[in-house]
DNA sequence: ATATTCTACGAAAACGTTTTCGATACTCGT
DNA sequence: ACGAGTATCGAAAACGTTTTCGTAGAATAT
């Protein structure tokens, strides 16, 4: 049996009038408690739930968020959807998921999908190629209709929202400090090109510390990796051609790379060389070695980017025209692969 | 400036009426060329996009599909959903993410609130927490209304719906069949509690595979793990206790977890033991050593049965009565872990 | 000149709610 | 018995679309 149940059905079946039923429904004293009673077990009986489209448009908000992200099948991105799952579902709101593969033009879509009414706000991260181009016209254009939007992790400043990032500067700069303080002091850095933010500042940070402790710094000790799905010789090549004690890696994929061919090359880690790589994801936790990792708690921060959205958004009526950006702490947990 | 563009706002500002401006947009003959001219300017001049939730309430249709799975930080879901985000939305479906956590409670209360009419259809793969209960009537009240279901991986018979599974029994099967061929003849699985069918499945496919060449199979050789996050202790035990020449593993974590005891043991992967896992994930590509698997095609699954699914939700005038399950074959990769 | 057909547009219903505003009939106080 | 108050309900608008139907005037045919 299919048919959906309706107000109307009911209101049909009972012959009351709509209104009744919805009052009635909603336990208004207007209404008799004996019709209260009849229309309520009536309702329950046939299962009766109202109609959140129908609902999305009286009220003009659809309690649903939207979430852009480049890709799903990588570990950190998949640890902030959990987290922007679970705190929205606490507060009665929906999450819708896209993904725009890293690239410019299916964010661009994505995005205008989504902002035709389907949702209330917007939470992202921004594709590689959109970071490239620098071109931000459709977050601009989704905030110019009042369409909250709060960034995280590869964020930009062009835009007026929300944001919840690390300090990838500080984090390149404790990593850097943790091998130094451990004694060593011959440190590559394995990471993404510059347009990735996380990239570059977390490189930066690494330079500083080296800096403060009156290290030179080389460009021999960097090597940016352009394609990630292509990166075994370039970093074979790195870690071998220069005689590093102790490696930094951007992320999981880079460390584990590193340290495959450094102990092919029959080096010990991290006996011979120490690594610590960012990302305290899934690798890192079962690689051999384990992999000491600076997290980035994902999780946390899918939490707090989905509470101060819904914040925003249930606190409209006030023009709440200022926008903040939480930094999210570090945590580096130590493992195997530093001494 | 806020103000979003509707039909009407048009209407009065051009000073026609709301089914002109409707009419107009959609290149209606029963319009002038003039006036659908001006109002197609203007409203490209405002960035006019239709509102989707009054398209969806008019329509019946919402053009969104909705999504449950157990956990989203889990190579194989992950997969899944990029799978199905990808085809659903060459088709112009957008994708809706729920998570049960493996909680029944969860997975009830995320059907109900997506049944409501936020969605067209269901795409699931069911909690650990229903398939132990065999609770499925959340599941048949959806379909009961009308609304289809397409299941994956972790199913059930009792609900008429459209299915995408792969072959757990020939896959235990042929990952036994390899290591018997490979010369192995003391072989071990680590799978989990019964009720989880695909672990079950595989441990049956394992099973006969041995008793055809002639194998008693005998208790010991079986581990079935409860407590996913603390099997360490367990699978350390049950490798070392037993005198096993290679191991199947009904997932990567489980293999690798065995992979490191062994080492730790002195064993040598795979001289003394070979192992093969199921989930071609990203731990078996990095671990010491890598691991041979076969391969779930996640991606494939969610691209498949989002395709059902579609194809189910816009026939769906002619009574399509009839249901499919489609089993997608699995891929053994041959890597380190086995001769 | 009259009847017919086009042309170009508007009114209204429908999708499923919620809410405001009446409207009816009854009770009560005087 | 009459006005005021109360209890109980219904009509209608609104959210933003699309679509069916109606209609006015103009053009054409007889």
Partial sequence: MPQKITLKKISKDLKVSVSTVSKA?????????ETRDRIKNYAKKFNYKPNSIALS?????????????????????????????RVANKKGYQVIITLSGESFDKEVV?????????????????????????????????????????????VCNDIPCDKVVIDDVAA????????????????????????????????????????????????????KIEDIDNCEDAIEDFVLENDFDSLVAVNELFAVTASKALQKAGKNIPKDVAIVAFTDGILSKYASPTLTTIGQQGEEMGGIAAAKLIEKLESKHLDNESYETVIVKTSLVERESTP
Avoid at 25 to 33: K, P, T, V
Avoid at 177 to 186: Q, T
Avoid at 190 to 205: A, C, E, K, P
């Fill in 25 to 33: 429904l909603r336990d208004s004293h207007e209404i008799s408690i």
């Fill in 110 to 154: 994505n995005m205008e999908m989504l902002a035709n009414g389907s949702i209330d706000g917007f939470i992202m991260s921004l594709s590689k190629e959109t970071m490239e181009k620098q071109d931000f016209h459709h977050l601009r254009e989704v905030t110019n209709q009042g369409m909250p939007i709060v960034m995280f992790d590869r």
């Fill in 57 to 85: 448009l009286k009220n003009q908000k659809t309690k649903k968020i939207g979430v852009i992200i480049p890709e799903i099948v990588h570990y950190f991105f998949a640890t902030v959807i959990s987290g922007v799952e």
């Fill in 172 to 223: 390149g700069h404790e990593a850097a400090e943790f091998l130094l303080r451990k004694g060593r002091n011959k440190l590559g850095i394995i990471s993404t090109v510059d347009y990735v933010n996380v990239g570059r500042l977390r490189s930066q940070g690494f330079k500083e510390a080296l800096q403060q402790r009156g290290f030179d710094v080389e460009n021999h000790q960097f090597l």
